[in-house]
């Protein structure tokens, strides 16, 4: 009998393979005591750092990749109102460790040990005007240069010196407020152009000098940008959430000015980001509630999945979808189309489901709240 009923369930698992139940994985490590926070891990070779916020004190913790904790100090006052938590993920470049806190102060530390090199107050030293929701863009680091957002009406934009944070020079910008977006540098025609987001507006500026190239004001006053614009081979993607969709621009040779080329209202993804594969944009749209993918050479619908909305990441030759639900997709895109390879949910954890999960050194990190989940990342296309 008992014989009899295994052999019957073989072939109902066999005819009906949906019935099988998917064995959710197991993390190498888990890692809890963070305090609360949406920023991801920095990784090194060695070690990973992560921050978190405890009684309205910002801190920085650094892990081996046993799980150890090799330090952890103070980087100043984070954001405790509306998602109080850490926001802005941490930048490690060389022997340095780089913080904002949502209050607006930068710090600067030694990797090896947690010591603090030097600090600069957004809103105190630069006299920055704070966003709606804390500070949430880390610095951008080029050479020996960190560029910065205070969002002041004088000090808009700053460039600062990486090893001393003296200021190297400013931009009124156009005055308003930050986004939520972190610097971007790029190299067009052997220029380099910093890019970065206001409230309401994109801007181009020398990055060597501060002068202001060009501006370009968002159609819809609502969201405040979150996305990392995106370059490619003299063109710029951007994608500013519900009301403003996504865009492309054609970069002029000199870089001192910008032209439309298309634009697509219905990708919209808000804070979840975006990337480029190919000749493909891929992203969740907020209206439609999936994740969709468009051509970057015509702005046009390609391909959906249902998987509700989230952060994307590119990850090797796959994209990691991390959804506000806490499930998290493994997909392979082709061509606009995207294919699950895995899926698995996240239940360790607190708060919102918010962080952007990161893919270093063959693993897998996901943030959830005053949680740490590091997965080995080809187990989990193999599993």
Same mark, same amino acid.
């Given at each position: 009998?008992?014989?009899?009923?295994? &052999?019957?369930?073989?072939?109902?698992?066999?005819? %009906?393979?949906?019935?099988?139940? !998917?064995?959710?994985?197991?993390?190498?490590?888990?890692?809890?005591?963070?305090?609360?926070?949406?920023?991801?891990? #920095?990784?090194?070779?060695? *070690?990973?750092?992560?921050?978190?916020?405890?009684?309205?004190?910002?801190?920085?913790?650094? %892990?081996?990749?046993?799980?150890?904790?090799?330090?952890?100090?103070?980087?100043?006052?984070?954001?405790?109102?509306?998602?109080?938590? &850490?926001?802005?993920?941490? /930048? /490690?470049?060389?022997?340095?460790? %780089?913080?904002?806190?949502?209050? +607006?102060?930068?710090?600067?530390?030694?990797?090896?040990? @947690?010591? *603090?090199?030097?600090?600069?107050?957004?809103? =105190?030293?630069?006299?920055?005007?704070? #966003? /709606?929701?804390?500070?949430?863009?880390?610095?951008?680091?080029?050479?020996?240069?960190?560029?910065?957002?205070? @969002?002041?009406?004088?000090?808009? $934009? #700053?460039?600062?010196?990486?090893?001393?944070?003296?200021?190297?020079?400013?931009?009124?910008?156009?005055? =308003?407020?930050?986004?939520?977006?972190?610097?971007?540098?790029?190299?067009?025609?052997?220029?380099?152009?910093?890019?970065?987001?206001?409230?309401?507006?994109?801007?181009?500026?020398?990055?060597?000098?501060?002068?202001?190239?060009?501006?370009?004001?968002?159609?819809?006053?609502?969201?405040?940008?979150?996305?990392?614009?995106?370059?490619? =081979?003299?063109?710029?993607?951007?994608?500013?959430?519900? @009301?403003?969709? #996504?865009?492309?621009?054609?970069?002029?040779?000199?870089?001192? &000015?910008?032209?439309?080329?298309?634009?697509?209202?219905?990708?919209?993804?808000?804070?979840? +980001?975006?990337?480029?594969? +190919?000749?493909?944009?891929?992203?969740?749209?907020?209206?439609? *509630?999936?994740?969709?993918?468009?051509?970057?050479?015509?702005?046009? &619908?390609?391909?959906?999945?249902?998987?509700?909305?989230?952060?994307?990441?590119?990850?090797?030759?796959?994209?990691?979808?991390?959804?506000?639900?806490?499930?998290? !997709? $493994?997909?392979?895109?082709?061509?606009?189309?995207?294919?699950?390879?895995?899926?698995?949910?996240?239940?360790?954890?607190?708060?919102?489901?918010?962080?952007?999960?990161?893919?270093?050194?063959?693993?897998?990190?996901?943030?959830?709240?005053?949680?740490?989940?590091?997965?080995? %990342?080809?187990?989990?296309?193999?599993?």
């Amino acid at each position: 009998m008992k014989q009899g009923l295994v &052999s019957w369930l073989l072939v109902i698992f066999i005819t %009906y393979p949906c019935l099988m139940v !998917a064995v959710e994985p197991e993390p190498e490590l888990v890692i809890s005591g963070l305090g609360n926070g949406y920023s991801s891990p #920095a990784v090194s070779h060695d *070690r990973f750092f992560i921050t978190g916020e405890k009684e309205g004190i910002g801190y920085l913790f650094a %892990y081996d990749y046993l799980g150890n904790e090799l330090w952890k100090t103070t980087c100043g006052k984070e954001w405790i109102t509306s998602y109080r938590g &850490s926001r802005a993920s941490p /930048v /490690v470049i060389g022997n340095q460790v %780089y913080t904002v806190s949502g209050m +607006g102060e930068i710090t600067c530390h030694s990797a090896d040990n @947690g010591k *603090r090199l030097w600090k600069a107050g957004m809103i =105190e030293d630069l006299h920055g005007v704070n #966003a /709606v929701f804390g500070y949430s863009m880390p610095v951008t680091i080029e050479g020996e240069r960190i560029y910065c957002i205070p @969002g002041g009406p004088d000090t808009n $934009i #700053a460039c600062l010196d990486r090893f001393t944070g003296k200021i190297i020079w400013t931009s009124a910008g156009n005055g =308003e407020p930050p986004g939520y977006v972190a610097p971007l540098i790029i190299t067009h025609n052997g220029r380099k152009i910093l890019i970065v987001y206001s409230e309401l507006a994109m801007h181009g500026l020398d990055a060597e000098t501060g002068d202001l190239l060009w501006t370009f004001d968002l159609a819809f006053k609502g969201e405040v940008p979150c996305n990392k614009p995106v370059y490619s =081979e003299g063109f710029l993607y951007l994608v500013t959430g519900p @009301g403003n969709g #996504a865009v492309k621009f054609e970069i002029s040779k000199d870089g001192a &000015s910008l032209k439309k080329v298309w634009s697509n209202i219905q990708f919209d993804t808000y804070f979840g +980001g975006f990337v480029k594969i +190919g000749d493909y944009l891929y992203g969740s749209s907020q209206g439609l *509630r999936k994740w969709t993918s468009i051509s970057a050479e015509t702005g046009k &619908s390609a391909g959906s999945l249902s998987f509700r909305v989230g952060t994307t990441v590119a990850a090797y030759e796959e994209l990691v979808l991390y959804n506000q639900n806490g499930e998290v !997709a $493994i997909v392979k895109p082709d061509r606009g189309n995207m294919t699950v390879l895995r899926s698995f949910s996240v239940t360790e954890g607190t708060n919102e489901h918010f962080s952007h999960p990161v893919i270093a050194e063959g693993k897998l990190f996901i943030r959830h709240g005053e949680t740490l989940l590091v997965y080995n %990342y080809r187990q989990l296309l193999e599993g």
